[in-house]
């Protein structure tokens, strides 16, 4: 079976500095794979790199089977993939409704007005902001404003979501409540999910696989648990001690 998503031996330098190097992984549709490493190893330039924001310098993306290389992110977001970021920038002056509508309006379906908006209610359900659809976006608090850069990547119409840092500055109960959201996405609407995180206990309970970078390369991926004590991945985050 085809994987949903493919990355073969994909590589990205900046200048002398080799960002990535020769990573693969091979995604399934409905699946949660966690990306994991320190400060530098390379996760969002990954993200950058399937979301058509940077190209590769060597290797090839392929989504069910046809390469997206070189694909502007419009068009890659209109063929199924979608990213939040990890500082959050909604339009402060619109409500959180207009925030969602713009994405509905412009994503893979290209749907009308009225079935932009219907589209976007159906996202703010899906993340518990329904009742608040009518407030100015910079009311909300941080988590709201997560939420909402979440509902604006599902409201494209995105098979896959690319979530970069989603729980950064959550309270615990907060990220209890959002890892509730993506396991709904998930299991009721068969979303196929990315995440990087360095909530790290949120990272491996949500997860069905995880894979880890280090400096670029990619270093262990597997279950979490298999991951969690691997001898490598602990030398990197603990020293040759570990």
Do not use: W
Not at 51 to 61: E, F, K, M, V
Not at 185 to 211: K, Q
């Amino acid at each position: 079976m085809t994987a949903l998503l493919s990355l073969h031996r994909v590589g990205r330098s900046f200048g002398g500095l080799r960002a990535l190097n020769e990573v693969s992984l091979e995604v399934s549709e409905g699946e949660v794979v966690g990306i994991m490493g320190a400060n530098g190893a390379g996760k969002t330039t990954l993200f950058s790199l399937i979301a058509g924001n940077l190209r590769p310098n060597s290797g090839d993306i392929l989504l069910r089977g046809q390469s997206i290389v070189g694909l502007s992110p419009d068009r890659i977001c209109r063929r199924g993939i979608a990213r939040t970021f990890q500082i959050v920038r909604p339009f402060g002056g619109l409500t959180v409704l207009e925030n969602v509508t713009i994405p509905a309006r412009f994503g893979s379906a290209r749907s009308d007005a009225k079935a932009a908006r219907a589209i976007a209610e159906e996202a703010l359900r899906m993340v518990g902001l329904l009742a608040r659809r009518d407030e100015i976006a910079s009311s909300l608090t941080l988590s709201g404003q997560k939420r909402l850069e979440l509902a604006r990547a599902v409201a494209t119409g995105a098979h896959i979501v690319l979530l970069d840092e989603v729980m950064a500055g959550l309270t615990a109960t907060e990220v209890a409540e959002m890892l509730a959201i993506i396991r709904g996405l998930r299991e009721r609407h068969g979303l196929t999910v990315l995440i990087i995180e360095h909530v790290m206990r949120a990272l491996m309970e949500i997860s069905e696989r995880v894979l880890v970078l280090h400096h670029g390369e990619a270093i262990a991926i597997g279950a979490p648990a298999a991951v969690a004590a691997d001898p490598a991945v602990l030398a990197c985050y603990f020293g040759d001690r570990a």
